[in-house]
């Protein structure tokens, strides 16, 4: 007893997260109840059901396939589904009369020989990356409606009135799916992307920022442990970046298809986008090998310790700044003044690495053990890579 | 005309290619053809038809969205649709005898209630990120079943019948999916994902074998450009590493459902696959920051690159040794005697390092210049890094 209660509360509190997490998720189930309460009223209303009879129930599993959670990914099934159907019910119609021709015997066979050749063709084309990016739903409904629509034909005579009861049908489900998806809350698939983008960005601006204090605090004293490890905790917000490749891919490829709306035209330049998550990826990767470096009760001496720190911060925080700053501009498509000039927005930075560069190359180095430094050299470097990262992303941003 | 036969030429080499790149695609597609030439019997046999009518289609459908490449995903869907089917429907028919009993009026309205709140349900669920990887196929042909049963029975009295029907189909059609998926050339998702990881670690052992030669012919002399971008070309195919997480992720999920083949039992191990993944790709992180020392241009001083070449060499050299043969032994699932004892196996792989920390500690570098020498010691340390991320991969392949 005291055991389900306890399941039935863990379900709850997992409702609560995933719809706090995001409450765009609430809101698209009940436009889906809501788009396939509208559409079963074909079945209700007497004089529609007249008009569709049995066919009606096309519109209802277009809805149920069709509606997704962004705009764009609405669109480019609902347009992949209804193109598709046009297309392969005129083939299938075609077909059928082809083999009707054939006589009583020949139908048959000629029917199976079409769907085969139909089938494995169109199966082989899903492989190709170009297709199975942007039209893999269409073509599977490319199959389906050929098979049924040809098929199907060797019994019913009315194929012409099937084909078009089916189109027509599928035509109200999709177009109901993508109304109700643009009019009630949208969630638009290039809006997340832009956001993305820019969160991406912070993420790492986070890292960097955090990266001076928990670093030299960490190998400065190694006993705080479990704060190191709280703290370390809300770093890590970046390793999502390291991931997020198919998640852009997938966002651009639905944003293609979206109509313009707000800040956002028609023919956005959603590869820009693309570019700009490759590069901070690559920033990204970078700070992975640096996050090695964290917790790693590094023993290094304090002397050496001392004299880079500085530098060092001001190279990360710096950094960091422009990272954020980039992030700010991303997010709000305005054209900070310090973005126009380059050297404004990584002017700090460059000097900070300068500083860096000027203190590797000071001779105080001799006195001290340089295996137990070579940590600290190999943070500096790869902070100097990631503002080399963060230099070519201030490129592309601009 | 000659613009068209060169688009022909094109498409036809690219077709080759596709097919070339993995021939099982090409198997995949006769299969594809087969099995729905194999199903549409149905329709052209008369006994057959006379006993399922027009909800022969529903096979059909089945088919065209069931069989997938892998035996697992075809699995994977096929049961999902079935089960969903299955409760949707008897939860279809309940839903039908309860709006029944509210006469002719009340009726329409309370089957419009269920299916809102049927759909909003089911699709907040499928935000779920468990539900989400398993069972996301499933939870929409529940939707879809629910509607079409509760809606059509408030036009057809044979509901029963219907939905019966309905079920029969569809078990054949995802029938004979799995029957020819798993009879003819099959493809499993767990042989795939098994040869993946190890692909996975031999190319980073790729890498690193190269690294060396790459490395310090690249600084020593800057003018094989040419040369260099070719072969450091080789290099890169360490770079889909990086990139493979939600590759591996899908196959594991479909290798779970896969019976047992081969050497392979029903319960194999399949997140230890997804462990050693995710530690492989830590090394190809670090891999990454290494590679953008390569063609870096680097300004190297001659004698403190000739003094750690040697070494440097070696660690990567053996550390793409200890990788390589953990590639084989993953591959054909043996136990290397070298496995068994770790010592073995990166036996050769600490003694280089060792000796890089010798070299680094050492007092020569008294009269070299820091800044230029510090992407030697980060080299030296990433790959000392590597090969720690080497050691927890050998630990887990035990």
New interface residues.
Partial sequence: MGNATARISTAGR??VE??KDDPR??I???K???T??LV?LI??YQPL?TNFG?TA?WA??TV??VFEFSVGATLSKGLNRGLATLFAGALGVGAHHLACMSGKIGE?IL??FF???????T??MR??PGIKARYDYGM?IF??TF??VS??G??YDEILTMAHRRLSTIFIGGATCVIVSIVVCPVWAGEDLHNLIALNMEKLGNFLEGFGDEFFRASADTDHAGTTADRSKSLRGYKTV??S??TEETMANFARWEPSHGEFRFRHPWKLYLELGALTR?CA??I??LD?YLNANLQVPAAARESIEGVCREVSSEAAKALKEMAVSVRTMTRHAALADPDLLLGDCHDAVKDL?AL??ASQ??ET???AA??L??V???LI?VVKCTEKIAERVQ
């Fill in positions: 997992d409702i995933v719809g998720r609430a698209h189930s009940l889906v109840g809501l396939l309460t079963s079945y209700y059901y049995a129930m209802v599993m149920v396939v048959p029917l199976g769907v085969f050749l139909q089938a494995a063709a199966t082989f492989f190709f599977l199959i389906l098979s049924l098929i199907s060797y019994r390291l991931v490749k198919s690559e990767y970078r992975e090998a090695g560069k590797l190359k180095w001799k053990d340089l295996l070579v940590p050299f190999t500096a470097s790869l890579d």
